[in-house]
């Protein structure tokens, strides 16, 4: 079974720096891109970046660029996401989600909370 | 960035009707669209890829047409496990992006 298990989340003052990290298990990681997408609470969702797989390339929101780094690392089957200059705006539970060849999004974590207040 | 309008926001139905849930691109994306079903504290899961494919395991009272930039999600006959928050997403480019959601509550 495809298995994506979020860590890092915690509670952080604006404008520190955070690191996301997602375990990945049941399916071989090095051949998925991957997205990590948040939802604010009692809010939407909100696709935040992408790594594609091989020679990845990276895609981000407006809302994230120049603050946000997503990162893979295919031994450790493993995607990172790190946050820096953090808004309280950030403030939103932080999925994992891959992407099958013809399937978007096929595949969730639960989450994890990411809280940004003084 | 491609500007995806889901409607209705939220919508009363109950069990047993047939509920339509529109989304509209601000330009054309041929059939690059997924449709996602999220029940309270739960995960998101995807229902219908490139605008009309049932995933597996999705339940048949599921459908989803459109091409360019008009896409419906149809659930006939309203369960209730049905009773949870729709999302349409646009892959056709970066960045990718969400409808706002419809809540579908019981009437």
């Known amino acids: 079974d495809v298995q994506l298990v979020e860590s890092g989340g915690a509670l952080v003052q604006p404008g520190g720096s955070l690191s996301l990290s997602c375990a990945a298990s049941?399916?071989?990681?090095?051949?998925?891109?991957m997205n990590w997408v948040r939802q604010a609470p009692g809010k939407g969702l909100e696709w935040v970046s992408s790594?594609?797989?091989?020679?990845?390339?990276?895609n981000y929101a407006d809302s994230v660029w120049g603050r946000f780094t997503i990162s893979r690392d295919d031994a450790a089957e493993t995607l990172h996401l790190h946050m820096r200059s953090l808004r309280v705006e950030d403030t939103a539970v932080y999925y994992c989600?891959?992407?099958?060849?013809?399937?978007?999004?096929?595949?969730w974590g639960q989450g994890t909370l990411v809280t940004v207040s003084s | 960035a491609i500007q995806m309008t889901q409607f209705p926001s939220s919508l009363s139905a109950s069990v047993g009707d047939r509920v339509t849930i529109t989304c509209r691109a601000s330009q054309a994306i041929r059939n690059d669209l997924g449709w996602y079903q999220q029940r309270p504290g739960k995960a998101p899961k995807v229902l219908i890829s490139a605008a009309s494919k049932l995933q597996s395991g999705v339940p048949s009272r599921f459908s989803g047409s459109g091409s360019g930039t008009v896409f419906t999600l149809t659930i006939d006959s309203l369960q209730p496990e049905d009773f949870a928050t729709y999302y349409c997403?646009?892959?056709?480019?970066?960045?990718?992006?969400f409808g706002q959601g419809t809540k579908v509550e019981f009437k």
């Open positions: 997403l646009q892959d056709y480019n970066y960045p990718r992006t």
């Open positions: 790594i594609s797989h091989g020679r990845p390339t990276v």
């Open positions: 989600v891959r992407d099958r060849a013809t399937v978007v999004a096929d595949s």
């Open positions: 049941g399916f071989i990681f090095s051949s998925f891109s």
